[in-house]
């Protein structure tokens, strides 16, 4: 699926991929102040970033490489639910997705952005 990133307010992020027929559905990416991060506790383990061995400090991240994880995480959940169909996991995501921009599917956002809430009947 190609994903587009959202700022913190619901609108495209400065620097999110775009294009018709081109994004299937958009998630948080955040933008660039340190209050509209994401924010993600770094692992014991990580190899990349050696300050983050403790465990004790927070990345504040942004880009679609922060939006396309909340994708996979969503549909790693989605697949635990109605098992590994891949057309009907991507047409959960797109589904219940929450409809941004124009109705329907549109440049920016595709579907919408990813709601997991909606995607795994919970609300």
């Not at 699926?1 to 018709?20: H, I, K, L, Q, R």
């Not at 102040?33 to 993600?40: C, M, N, P």
């Not at 920016?108 to 795994?120: D, I, P, Q, T």
Request: with cysteine; aromatic share 6%; glycine share 12%.
């Amino acid at each position: 699926m190609c994903v587009s990133a959202t700022s913190v307010n619901d609108e495209p992020a400065y620097y999110t991929n775009f294009g018709n027929s081109a994004i299937e559905v958009a998630a948080p990416g955040g933008g660039l102040g340190l209050d509209e991060r994401v924010w993600a506790l770094c692992s014991q383990t990580s190899l990349v970033i050696s300050g983050c061995r403790s465990g004790w400090f927070m990345l504040g991240l942004l880009g679609t490489s922060m939006a396309s994880p909340h994708v996979a995480a969503m549909a790693a959940l989605i697949v635990e639910d109605v098992g590994q169909n891949p057309r009907r996991v991507k047409a959960i995501i797109q589904n219940s997705a929450d409809d941004l921009g124009d109705n329907g599917n549109d440049p920016y956002f595709g579907k919408g952005r990813m709601n997991v809430a909606a995607a795994l009947g919970l609300e």
